[in-house]
């Protein structure tokens, strides 16, 4: 099983700035890696998937890149409603998928 | 638009039973894969379970292997988790996510409470 380590756990920013979120695989996955945004109450949302394709309504705030083993979310200007959790997710090698543990993005 | 509304859960005893649905529109339910995702109480994500469009292959997470099932209705546009044995540490809320490699839609989730 492909284990996904998100770092780091707590990332405190200033609303307009950039944060940048990082998710390392145990093996490569090669470009196989989404990432999600969940809200309190809500259900994820993808954002990203293979590694750097936005999903349909995702704005251009978001950008994901890396390969193989290094991959990295940015959200250029974080605004008030991007403070959330994030996970990153494999499915190169599925079944599992298999999810990082979250990185929480709070306000500073 | 894309809709997936999950129910059936609730509270129940160490030991007992529950079937989750999964009610799907909005989509051409029959041609996807879909699976169920659980996420404990202040925790991450873990995938439960996966079945493919035609329910020719499933798969379980070993976590709940021998214990819970999955199944699908086409003509209903319908998912099912049936539940048996369960324990303290399966409870969580459990999304259905439609799967196109990664899960591109989810549902709001159902909660799941195993407590005597």
């Known amino acids: 099983e492909i284990v996904m380590t998100q770092s780091p756990a707590t990332l405190s920013v200033s609303p307009g700035e950039r944060a940048t979120l990082s998710c390392r695989a145990s093996?490569?996955?090669?470009?196989?890696l989404a990432w999600y945004q969940q809200k309190p109450g809500q259900p994820p949302r993808l954002l990203i998937y293979g590694a750097s394709t936005r999903a349909t309504g995702i704005p251009a705030t978001f950008s994901g890149s890396g390969s193989g083993t290094e991959f990295t979310l940015t959200i250029s200007s974080l605004q008030s409603e991007d403070f959330a959790v994030y996970y990153c997710q494999q499915y190169h090698n599925w079944p599992p998928w298999t999810f990082g543990q979250g990185t929480k993005v709070e306000i500073k | 638009e894309v809709q997936l509304v999950e129910s059936g859960g609730g509270l129940v005893k160490p030991g007992g039973s529950l079937r989750l649905s999964c009610a799907a529109s909005?989509?051409?339910?029959?041609?996807?894969?879909m699976n169920w995702v659980r996420q404990a109480p202040g925790k991450g994500l873990e995938w439960v379970s996966s079945?493919?469009?035609?329910?020719?292959?499933?798969y379980y997470a070993d976590s709940v292997k021998g214990r819970f099932t999955i199944s699908r209705d086409n003509a209903k546009n319908s998912l099912f988790l049936q539940m048996n044995s369960l324990r303290a540490e399966d409870t969580a809320v459990y999304y259905c996510a439609r799967e196109a490699s990664y899960g591109d839609f989810w549902g709001q989730g159902t909660l799941v409470t195993v407590s005597s």
């Open positions: 909005g989509f051409t339910f029959s041609s996807y894969n």
């Open positions: 093996q490569s996955i090669s470009s196989n």
């Open positions: 079945i493919s469009s035609s329910s020719t292959y499933i």
